[in-house]
């Protein structure tokens, strides 16, 4: 691994299905983030870690989890998906005050 | 709550000219990092620059310079010598604490 991965790539869901996007990264980053990126809307914040075991709320949290069992991988889950979270997802890392990292995204579409 | 603002949805620049994006912000935090992010079709997210509040010089990387007015609390990038390979979004950034704070993006088309 070099940087940060995410998978999948893209996927097609129905609505009311259980679905977990990974992320992985090998900088040894304390902080790792997810984000949901739509048109006019720009990148908005689902959740963050600034640290292995701790986990925080962002900007737009309902509908998601997230676990931060170590510091490499940073899962993000969707109970029970609906249309409205049909997104690409980026997941992204970061020293404190660094600069973040981003994965290549993943495209989520909810039908 | 810290706010990023790209007023500019859409920007067009003819080959080899220079443009400028705007973005400001709001925060009460002193100490913050500011950024400039270009996203070309590919989806990638790719650092374009980086600027350290603390420092009053503006950041410069080849053909990408900002206009950092922390007082004013603004933070500009133009672009020189436009080429093709700019047409992409660009998203403003903010970070203080941990938290990176995104604008919406201007997406800049470049005229051959």
């Known amino acids: 691994i070099a940087g940060i991965t995410q998978a999948p790539t893209s996927q097609i869901l129905a609505a009311g299905r259980r679905m977990t996007l990974r992320c992985t990264q090998d900088m040894r980053h304390n902080a790792m983030y997810w984000y949901r990126q739509d048109l006019g809307l720009g990148l908005r914040l689902i959740h963050y870690?600034?640290?292995?075991?701790?986990?925080g709320k962002g900007e737009v949290p309902d509908g998601y989890s997230v676990s931060r069992a170590n510091t490499d991988d940073f899962p993000l889950t969707l109970a029970s998906a609906v249309p409205s979270q049909t997104s690409v997802y980026f997941c992204?890392?970061?020293?404190?005050?660094?600069?973040?990292?981003f994965g290549p995204g993943t495209r989520l579409t909810v039908l | 709550a810290q706010t990023v603002t790209q007023s500019q949805p859409e920007m067009s620049v003819q080959e080899a000219e220079t443009v400028t994006l705007s973005c400001t912000y709001d925060?009460?935090?002193?100490?913050?990092?500011l950024f400039w992010y270009k996203q070309p079709p590919s989806r990638q997210m790719i650092l374009v620059i980086r600027q350290e509040a603390y420092k009053q010089q503006n950041a410069t990387e080849n053909r990408f310079s900002v206009n950092f007015q922390k007082a004013a609390k603004s933070f500009s990038l133009k672009i020189s010598d436009s080429q093709l390979g700019d047409a992409a979004m660009y998203f403003c950034?903010?970070?203080?604490?941990?938290?990176?704070?995104f604008g919406t993006g201007t997406r800049l088309k470049v005229l051959a």
């Open positions: 992204a890392s970061s020293r404190p005050g660094g600069t973040p990292f």
């Open positions: 925060t009460s935090e002193s100490d913050y990092y």
């Open positions: 950034a903010y970070s203080g604490t941990y938290k990176y704070i």
């Open positions: 870690s600034n640290t292995a075991g701790t986990t």
